[in-house]
């Protein structure tokens, strides 16, 4: 037989055990995990179903006959969970006689994960004595049975020789199964945060990401670690801090950029991880609430007049109208400004002034802080804005106001006397 004895230094858990002490007793679970404890022993391939009312190795076992030509067809069989444990071991002790009769010898113990696993053994197991019991002492079951929501294991029959004699297995003998113990020498502190996942702004905070673990095993740490730090940076690479806080900047802030904490739970040697994402996006550029009204001013007042002496009076007036440096007429009402990502305040204005006659003159921030006087001629001159947000967004053409300041000419003066 081909074993795998294990001596672990953890504390230990039961997961789930059939030991039999009641007289009568019956298939289901005597102890465990809760979620365990209405699981059962079966037996396949056309065994009788068991009675437990034999004696055990201490009080009393499952047993069955009907084990003839059995080979890789009979077994025994039980389910349980396996969520929340690692570092599994099983045990379990069989009997294989009924006087006069040996029953099956051989047997390999396979484990299947849920229903549609495969069937992998990992022990080889035979009786060489038939009327004693012999046990499978704590053998360790492969890891990628821990923290399963269901886990098969059968004691499946491989050859019809008996445990002892000659011939073959006969119906008439026996296969009793006693002391089945499941044990956990890892009890995993299964971790969880919230939320999982989550899109901010760039340069915003994210939202505080929250570890816990509901089974609550003493002594649990937490720490977590993060991708993607070239490019989403101001959160630190790693940490222990609970919750997860910070702000996250973008070299990319137009497009989607992911970072990934990769969380884990750690208490006595077990360990359990789950990840949080956040992503950071731009791509909505910034807009106008209400468009600016159109400006209708005169040209500037009469520079000076002349009278002839006889009764006319000619005026020299400008025929534009002076927009002097600093004044704030064509800046734009911060209320009317909107973006999703960025305050109205911190939105780049940029503003473009066609007047009539050809000349254009651009300039980024509000127009009070052109440096110069900006003279607008006789008729309609045009200025377009746009914006553009922290993220490099730009308002849309079609959505930009163009806005029409309009220049009128001042009424002759007449002389009336």
Known sequence: MILASVVLGYSQSTVVEWTFPNNPDDAIADGGDPVNLGKTITVHG??????????????????????????????????????GYGDLTFESQQNSFSPGEFGPKYFDIQYRIGTSGTWTTFITWSIWAGNHWLPIPPT???????????????????SNIPTQGSGLVLNEAHNRIDDIVIQSYCTIPEVSASPVTQTICPGAD???????????????????????????????????SNPIIGTLYSTNPQQPETTVFTITAEANGCSSTTTASVTVLDDEPPLFINFPDSIYLCVQDIIEAWWDGMGDITPERPDYHT???GSTILDLDLSTLFDNCSPAGDLLIHWRIELVGGVVLTGSGQISTYPLNIEFPLGDNTIIYWLEDQSGNVTPEASRPVVTVTILARPDITRIF
């Open 323 to 325: 927009f002097f440096a």
């Open 140 to 158: 360790s079951i492969p890891a990628i049975c821990d923290n399963q929501p269901s886990v098969y294991i059968r004691w499946l029959m491989t």
């Open 46 to 83: 056309g065994v009788s179903p068991p009675t437990y009312n034999q004696e055990g190795v201490t009080t009393n076992c499952a047993s069955t006959n009907n084990w003839a030509n059995g080979a890789y067809t009979k077994y025994w069989q039980i389910e349980f969970s396996t969520e």
């Open 206 to 240: 994210i939202s505080p990401i929250t570890i816990s673990s509901a089974r609550g095993v003493p002594g649990t740490t937490f720490s977590w670690a993060r991708d993607n730090t070239l490019v989403l940076t101001g959160i630190l690479v790693a940490g222990t």
